[in-house]
């Protein structure tokens, strides 16, 4: 004790000689060489066997959230390649644990109700944008019936209707924006995609009402909504922030607006409608209640909002890829040509079978854009991995990384080349899947219909289990739609005409999307 007490002596003197900034300095520096030494320690020495390797890192409570922030696919590939396909990192303090590869995404995705939970990990973001008393906002066996409700309205004679709208609002809105005056030009893609999806799908989905009263300003607003699901609001999703109140101004004032247009169908006794908002005005849950008017309105943000991202991001690459390849632009257009007519008559629903590599730049593009890099669960009971010792404890948040094995080269050829020709049964390229027919596989009803449990798939661009997007069907439509319309109207390429090259991805949001400005040249065929 006596040494210990003349060298604590001793730097208390030269401590004391200091300035108080210094001293504080001091101090700060040594607590944190201190925690960071000690954390450094702790995963060394204190291992535990039965749980999920962890990530190295210097910082406690910070850990790996800078790494996986900044590039979150290449932080799963990184230390998938360290630690194997399921390993945990720090994320802001909490232990997360990662499992990629299709059984990870079969483990976490179609784990049971009484093992994982979304509602705890997503509800704070999406309450205050959706609204209350739905989607994450109330119990799951409500949030199921809540999308029966949806999924019921999707259906082949709805997507018959909806194709002839969608086309026309892009052939409209292509005539009319100033980004596209002229024979040519260069545009800021990103910008016109998210008008493009949101006017598309409120128009075919919520009604001609719904699409009058939605503008450019409209749009905005749901721009304003959409900065609610920022990384920080899983913390700060409370605080007075500029962006809040943004976000919960455009929630009221959109929620206003399909409560008045519910409001106007009830007076004028409209009964003829079959888009989404009429389907819902006439629903009633399992109790016998009628879903109330808010929950409509609620619904209905939570309809455009889900969409909208992945849609806005996805459409946006393929523009991007479809830009950086000419000769598939010029591909789709003559096969549009030789499936439909030199003429190319108005689009139906029937001619998107006709077009298979149509089809396959949804499936090419969403493979190595998939919006949503990274989906989680609150784990609520202790859950044993399947052929490993390990058992992912309550304190752990789980993480399915899907974009991870749809560019897995075990699965797909090439995985870094975009190629929507690999999808072609006699390509070299074709991804390497495990045989299954649809028929065969495993069905199961969470509460809104069967639907294939899946997960296993190293190919899940819309999720999978119980919150698997019921949209799926819908956003297939509309992309092709999309597609095909603006490869009609314009050629397309790289403005510094370089080939294969597209701009890098921004994560700095819950979605992957190009960071902008993302321009690309246009060139109108019948300029």
Same mark, same amino acid.
């Given at each position: 004790m006596g040494l210990l007490e003349d060298v604590v002596g001793q730097l208390s003197q030269q401590l004391s000689k200091l300035s108080t900034a210094s001293q504080v300095g001091v101090i700060v520096g040594g607590v944190l060489f201190f925690a960071v030494?000690?954390?450094?320690?702790?995963?060394?020495?204190?291992?535990?066997?039965n749980e999920p390797p962890v990530v190295f890192h210097w910082f406690p409570l910070v850990g790996?959230?800078?790494?996986?922030?900044?590039?979150?696919?290449?932080?799963?590939?990184?230390?998938?390649?360290?630690?194997?396909?399921?390993?945990?990192?720090?994320?802001?303090?909490?232990?997360?644990?990662?499992? =990629?590869?299709?059984?990870?995404?079969?483990?976490?995705?179609?784990?049971?109700?009484?093992?994982?939970?979304?509602?705890?990990?997503?509800? =704070?973001?999406?309450?205050?944008?959706?609204? #209350?008393?739905?989607?994450?906002?109330?119990?799951?066996?409500?949030?199921?019936?809540?999308?029966?409700?949806?999924?019921i309205a999707l259906t082949t004679t709805a997507f018959q209707?909806?194709?002839?709208?969608?086309?026309?609002?892009?052939?409209?809105?292509?005539?009319?924006?100033?980004s596209f005056k002229g024979?040519?030009?260069?545009?800021?893609?990103?910008?016109?995609?998210?008008?493009?999806?949101?006017?598309?799908?409120?128009?075919?989905?919520?009604?001609?009402?719904?699409?009058?009263?939605?503008d450019e300003k409209l749009a905005d607003l749901y721009h304003d909504l959409d900065m609610g699901f920022t990384p920080v609001n899983?913390?700060?999703?409370?605080?007075?922030?500029p962006w809040n109140r943004r976000r919960d101004h455009a929630q009221r004032t959109i929620a206003k607006i399909y409560m008045d247009t519910i409001k106007e169908r009830r007076a004028a006794n409209k009964t003829d409608a079959q888009d989404i908002?009429?389907?819902?005005?006439?629903?009633?849950?399992?109790?016998?209640?009628?879903?109330?008017?808010?929950?409509?309105?609620?619904?209905?943000?939570?309809?455009?909002?889900?969409?909208q991202h992945s849609s806005s991001s996805t459409s946006s690459w393929?523009?991007?890829?479809?830009?950086?390849?000419?000769?598939?632009?010029?591909?789709?257009?003559?096969?549009?040509?030789?499936?439909?007519?030199?003429?190319?008559?108005p689009l139906k629903y029937e001619d998107l079978a006709k077009l298979p590599l149509n089809q396959a730049i949804i499936k090419e593009t969403l493979r190595l854009h998939a919006p949503i890099h990274s989906i989680m669960r609150a784990v609520k009971s202790p859950m044993p991995v399947p052929g490993t010792k390990y058992v992912v404890p309550t304190s752990h948040t789980l993480l399915a990384a899907a974009g991870v094995s749809a560019s897995d080269p075990a699965y797909f050829p090439e995985p870094d080349l975009w190629e929507p020709t690999r999808w072609s049964k006699d390509s070299s390229l074709a991804p390497k899947l495990p045989s299954s027919r649809e028929d065969e596989e495993e069905k199961i009803d969470y509460g809104y219909g069967l639907v294939s449990k899946g997960a296993n798939s190293p190919y899940l661009p819309f999720g999978a289990g119980r919150h698997r997007c019921i949209g799926e069907q819908f956003a297939n439509v509309q992309l092709q739609t999309i597609n095909a319309m603006i490869v009609r109207t314009f050629k397309l390429r790289n403005?510094?005409?370089?080939?294969? #090259?597209?701009?890098?991805?921004?994560?700095?949001?819950?979605?992957?999307?190009?960071?902008?400005?993302?321009?690309?040249?246009?060139?109108?065929?019948?300029?």
């Open positions: 030494l000690l954390n450094v320690l702790q995963q060394v020495l204190f291992k535990n066997s790996s959230t800078v790494t996986y922030g900044m590039d979150p696919p290449r932080f799963f590939k990184e230390n998938r390649a360290k630690y194997g396909d399921i390993f945990t990192f720090v994320l802001l303090g909490k232990k997360t644990t990662v499992y =990629v590869g299709p059984a990870g995404n079969d483990f976490i995705l179609n784990g049971k109700i009484k093992d994982v939970c979304a509602e705890e990990i997503y509800g =704070v973001l999406t309450t205050p944008v959706f609204g #209350k008393d739905v989607v994450y906002d109330c119990p799951n066996a409500k949030l199921m019936e809540q999308k029966k409700f949806m999924k209707q909806y194709v002839p709208i969608i086309a026309d609002e892009v052939a409209n809105y292509l005539k009319k924006c100033p024979k040519s030009g260069v545009t800021n893609i990103p910008k016109n995609m998210a008008e493009i999806t949101i006017f598309t799908a409120s128009h075919s989905l919520q009604g001609s009402e719904v699409r009058s009263k939605f899983f913390m700060l999703h409370w605080a007075p922030l908002m009429w389907h819902l005005m006439n629903s009633t849950y399992k109790n016998g209640v009628k879903v109330p008017d808010h929950e409509i309105a609620h619904m209905m943000i939570a309809l455009l909002m889900a969409g393929m523009m991007l890829r479809l830009a950086s390849r000419p000769d598939i632009v010029e591909k789709l257009y003559n096969e549009q040509v030789e499936a439909l007519g030199a003429d190319l008559p403005v510094d005409g370089s080939f294969g #090259k597209v701009i890098d991805t921004d994560y700095a949001s819950l979605f992957s999307r190009p960071l902008e400005p993302a321009n690309i040249h246009w060139e109108k065929r019948n300029a």
